[in-house]
């Protein structure tokens, strides 16, 4: 091999490594993040969803940018790259109407209210991290009790959203059971008295016949 030769090997081995080593730099920046859990209440208006790094790797720190999606709507996850380490952390995104409740972590991106009321249907859907992962779940599998959540392998549980500060909880969006007290004795007969009034005075003033 000649002069030459030798330069032009050096030339594309150098190219190849630095096309597989950029590759490999986006891939491990944002590709081992996993759907690790969804909750809503029955309407959809109080919903997250929970990413988890499966992986252990130190450095997924790169998912701006990348989608959120259902089968409706999507959203681009916003603002700059993440603080490493990222092993085994979460990623918490949220409606508003879920920050607002007591207990709930504070979500690390807000669901846009222009996708809402709801951005994923809790009669079954496919949420994904484009492109890397996703969960679908149909009919009758998510729980919209309020309390309950979907985890990745599709049991089901407490929910318990965290952040990637490592906030975690536990929120309850069930909300009060309307009730419709019970009428006593006395407020009974003073509905009687009063309908029985009015019955007499509109009787006193409707003309006689002529």
């Not at 918490?92 to 996708?115: C, E, R, S, V």
């Not at 969006?173 to 407020?187: E, F, I, K, M, Y």
Request: charged letters at 10%; one cysteine or more.
């Amino acid at each position: 091999m000649n002069i030459g030769q030798q330069k032009l090997f050096l030339t594309a081995a150098a190219c190849g490594w630095a096309v597989s080593f950029g590759v490999g730099s986006a891939m491990a920046g944002s590709h081992t993040w996993d759907v690790n859990e969804l909750f809503s209440n029955a309407d959809g208006t109080i919903q997250f969803i929970e990413l988890f790094e499966a992986n252990g790797t130190p450095g997924e720190v790169n998912v701006q940018g990348h989608p959120i999606s259902s089968d409706t709507k999507n959203f681009n996850l916003p603002g700059s790259a993440l603080t490493a380490p990222t092993t085994n952390k979460s990623l918490l995104i949220a409606t508003q109407a879920f920050a607002d409740l007591p207990n709930a972590p504070t979500p690390d991106y807000i669901i846009p209210a222009g996708l809402l009321p709801f951005f994923f249907s809790v009669n079954g859907d496919t949420i994904a991290y484009q492109p890397w992962d996703s969960l679908t779940f149909g009919a009758g599998v998510l729980p919209t009790d309020g309390t309950n959540s979907l985890n990745f392998d599709l049991t089901t549980g407490v929910n318990s959203p965290t952040n990637y500060a490592g906030e975690t909880g536990s929120v309850d969006a069930s909300g009060p059971a309307a009730t419709v007290p019970a009428a006593s004795g006395w407020s009974v007969a003073a509905m009687w008295l009063l309908i029985t009034t009015v019955a007499a005075i509109v009787a006193r003033r409707r003309p006689e016949n002529a």
